[in-house]
C-alpha cells in the first residue's frame, strides 16, 4: 500500500468537535501547514514505535529512542509514495534543523543527558535511512540535505538493517483475528489533528494487527510533546507540539 499525500484534504475539514481541550487550526500558509502535517505524522510514527516496543516487548539494542526513529522512516518510506515520502522526510529534517538553531539550545547541560540522541543527530540518521532505503531516487535529495557523502555511502546497508530488524519484530503483526488495530479516542472528529490521524490509523490498521488496542488521542498538554503511554497504551499528540512546530517555523 502506497499512499499518495492529500493532506489538503484534511486541512480544510471543518472543525466542530466540542470539548475541555483546544483544537489547534492549521496556519493557512500551505508550506507552513505541509510542514506541521507532515511532521505530526513523523512524530506518530515514532511514537508508534514505542508502542510496538511496548505491545509486542520487544528486545531493544540500543536507544529506544534511535529505534522509533529508524520505525519512523520505514514507514514513510513504505506507506507513502515517493513524491510524498520525500516531503514528510523532510519536514521531519527541517523540525530537528529548527530545533538544533533555537537559542540557547545546547546551554543547558541537560541536553546532552536526555534520552533522545541529539537534534542534529537525528537529522542525519533519518536523512541517511530515507536515502538509503532509495538511493537512486534519492541522490538529490541527500544533497540537498546535505547528508555528507562519507555517511551516505553506508546508509544503504544501514537501511537495509534497520528494515530488516524492524520487520523480523514485527513478524506475526498482520491484521486478522485475534489481533486489534489502532483507535481514535471517540469524540475528535472535526478536530483537524485528529482527523490527519485517523487517516494514519486506518492506513496502519490496514498492514499491522496488535495483541493490545492503542488509543490515540488529540489533547492539550501543557508543554510541546508527542507520547506513548504504556499504562494507558496510547499515543497522545499535543495540541502544543503542533503549536510548537508552527512557532519554529514562523521564527526563522
Ligand atoms: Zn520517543
Not at 516487548?57 to 522512516?73: F, I, N, Q, R, Y
Not at 555517511?151 to 506475526?172: F, I, N, V
Not at 488521542?217 to 499515543?235: H, T, W
Amino acid at each position: 500500500m502506497r499512499r499518495l499525500l492529500m493532506i489538503s484534504a484534511v486541512l480544510l475539514g471543518l472543525s466542530s468537535a466540542a470539548g475541555a481541550d483546544s483544537i489547534y487550526e492549521f496556519p493557512e500558509d500551505e508550506d507552513e501547514a505541509n510542514f506541521i502535517a507532515n511532521e505530526v505524522i513523523a512524530t506518530f510514527y515514532h511514537e508508534l514505535g514505542h508502542a510496538f516496543i511496548d505491545v509486542l516487548a520487544l528486545p531493544v539494542l540500543g536507544k529506544e529512542e534511535d529505534a522509533a526513529d529508524t520505525l519512523s522512516v520505514i514507514l514513510m518510506n513504505d506507506i507513502w509514495q515517493e513524491d510524498a515520502a520525500a516531503e514528510i522526510l523532510t519536514s521531519d529534517a527541517t523540525s530537528y534543523a529548527l530545533l538544533a538553531s533555537q537559542p540557547g539550545r545546547f546551554d543547558d547541560e541537560q541536553i546532552f543527558a536526555d534520552e533522545h540522541s541529539l537534534d542534529i543527530q537525528r537529522y542525519y540518521n533519518v536523512v541517511c535511512l530515507f536515502y538509503g532505503a532509495n538511493p537512486e531516487a534519492r541522490a538529490q535529495l541527500a544533497q540537498d540535505l546535505e547528508l555528507p557523502a562519507d555517511r551516505a555511502e553506508r546508509c544503504p546497508d544501514e537501511y537495509a538493517l534497520a528494515s530488516e530488524s524492524w520487520y523480523a519484530m514485527l513478524d506475526g503483526t498482520e491484521p486478522g483475528p485475534g489481533n486489534h488495530g489502532l483507535e481514535m479516542a471517540p469524540g475528535q472528529e472535526g478536530v483537524p489533528l485528529a482527523d490527519l490521524l485517523a487517516d494514519e490509523v486506518a492506513s496502519l490498521n490496514e498492514s499491522f494487527g496488535l495483541p493490545e488496542v492503542i488509543t490515540v488521542v488529540v489533547a492539550d498538554c501543557g508543554e510541546p510533546n508527542a507520547f506513548y503511554d504504556p499504562e494507558q497504551r496510547s499515543i497522545t499528540m499535543c495540541n502544543e507540539y503542533a503549536e510548537n512546530l508552527q512557532d519554529m517555523w514562523e521564527a526563522e
